[in-house]
């Protein structure tokens, strides 16, 4: 079971181990889709949280995280 943290400490944790440690950005990544009353689009999230970059290294920015977070997470994250 996956257990996502975000009050205190943000932390993702599977059976007591705890998941992409140091990773402040995935986390807060998950937190916001997790949150989400609805789907948020790619390009909504690409602006959110990779702002200062051009909108293609942004996406690809956004695409390595979404990698990382499937990796970590397995089939608990749908698009």
Request: overall charge positive; hydrophobic content about 45%; charged content about 30%.
């Amino acid at each position: 079971m996956l257990q996502l943290s975000s009050l205190g400490r943000l932390e993702l944790r599977a059976d007591g181990v705890s998941l992409l440690p140091g990773r402040r950005k995935l986390l807060a990544v998950l937190v916001y889709l997790a949150r989400a009353p609805r789907p948020v689009p790619r390009a909504r999230l690409a602006e959110l949280f990779w702002p200062v970059e051009d909108e293609t290294r942004s996406r690809r920015s956004l695409r390595q995280a979404l990698t990382e977070l499937r990796r970590a997470v397995g089939g608990a994250l749908q698009e």
